[in-house]
């Protein structure tokens, strides 16, 4: 075998499986086996010595989750993974640290595994904690924390029936306001009466385009119709909400929402004012008002007359996945639902501190904050957040690292991700050698 095919089949294991290599060389009237591709790939992989330098990044792999890991360890400079070692216990680091003594940095996550080899084999070494995984740990801390003390749903009591109708300025208002044009549209619209009123006249469309230096395409558009709701179709065209005979009744109709009058009652109101449709669309319309207008008024009253079970008690869910969401994410969540919440879940105030807290560290780059922090939630009454400060008091110089130093762990994750798609590609039938042969080659 040349040099030349030998390398065309290297090529040609490295993006596929040694199986899938040994079956399109047959294609070519090249008779192998993918046993002997495998071993073609190993002996080849052995002459690699892969270059770095003085700063490397570490994290762990899953062979087979769950059950038998790895660890990876790349080049900080070119992001190249440079050796793939059994285990994750921290011992083969551990030998290939000692063979290296001259790294300087390293990147991890937060095992302490890991810290105590490069510790024990590279004492003056830097060690930098992986920003992800901090904040990984923390939002696990959260969601335990919230898991323990919060049920899986919080129900908003309805402090006083809902009003029949309330009173707003809309009910006194003997016609509705039309909607306010824009500049654009009332440009629009007299484009649209000059148009209808040439073509009234008798003028053609070729002279009205050269009077007017428009185009055939909006002649035809606008050659028919109310020129007030032509002017508006790009509104309508991005609303979610279809034209309804419902749209003139729509302030009233958000104004009672607002203040959580029940449908029925808004319906039959609607009624006196000339609606004629039926009660089923209207509540169609009134959910999609609520849901793009963000209203918050409960979307199961009962408008069908069903008959409901009395001694249940009146209000809607709040869950505990939406919690975790305002907390971390600052989701939208009526005022007076949170305000409810933190009354009786005042723990609640000192996670959202928290999360701001330790966020704040990371804006400011600030080792002072950190160790503020520290100092403060050591102390909480909360196990979960007492935990997660008490572990970045134990690896607290790793940790002021990832502060004030622009390093992370992120090239690693990159890598992690090609070596799980090598393993998809194999079937999951890779040994430890062969997965080394592929990813370093």
Known sequence: MTSRLEDFIITLALNTSCEGTARICKQMNINISGDTVIKILLRNAKSIDPEYGEFIGVDDWAYKKGHTYGTII???????????????????????????????????????????????????????????????????????????????????????????????????????????????????????????????????????????????????????????????????????????????????????????????????????????????????????LIEKNDVAHPTNTNILDVKLNKNKPKGHFIERNRILKYLWSNLNIPLADIDFILERYPFLKEMGDCISDFRNIYVNKSVTLLKEFVDKYVKSNNKNLKSFANGIFKDFIAVKNSVISEYSNGFIEGNNNRLKMIKRTMYGRAGLNLLRAKIIY
């Open 74 to 288: 790349c080049d900080g400079a070119s992001h190249k993974p440079i050796a793939l070692l059994d285990g994750r216990d921290g011992s083969a680091l551990k030998e290939w640290l000692e063979r290296n003594q001259h790294i300087k940095t390293a990147t991890r996550d937060r095992a302490s595994s890991y810290a105590k080899a490069i510790e024990e084999a590279l004492p003056q070494a830097m060690q930098i904690a992986d920003r992800f995984h901090l904040h990984q740990n923390l939002l696990k801390a959260i969601k335990d924390a919230l898991g323990r003390e919060i049920p899986a749903k919080i129900m908003i009591p309805i402090a006083n029936s809902a009003p029949n109708l309330a009173d707003s300025p809309a009910m006194d208002e003997p016609k509705l306001k039309k909607n306010v044009l824009t500049d654009a549209e009332k440009n629009r619209r007299e484009t649209i009466i000059k148009i209808q009123s040439y073509l009234s006249q008798g003028y053609s469309s070729k002279a009205i385009c050269e009077m007017m230096h428009t185009t055939y395409r909006q002649i035809r558009k606008f050659s028919i119709g109310d020129p007030d709701i032509l002017c508006c179709s790009n509104k309508l065209k991005s609303n979610s909400l279809c034209r309804s005979e419902l749209d003139q009744y729509k302030n009233i109709i958000l104004e009672q929402l607002a203040l959580k009058a029940k449908i029925k009652s808004i319906y039959e109101l609607i009624l006196e004012r000339g609606h004629t449709g039926k009660r089923t669309n209207f509540y169609d319309y009134c959910k999609k």
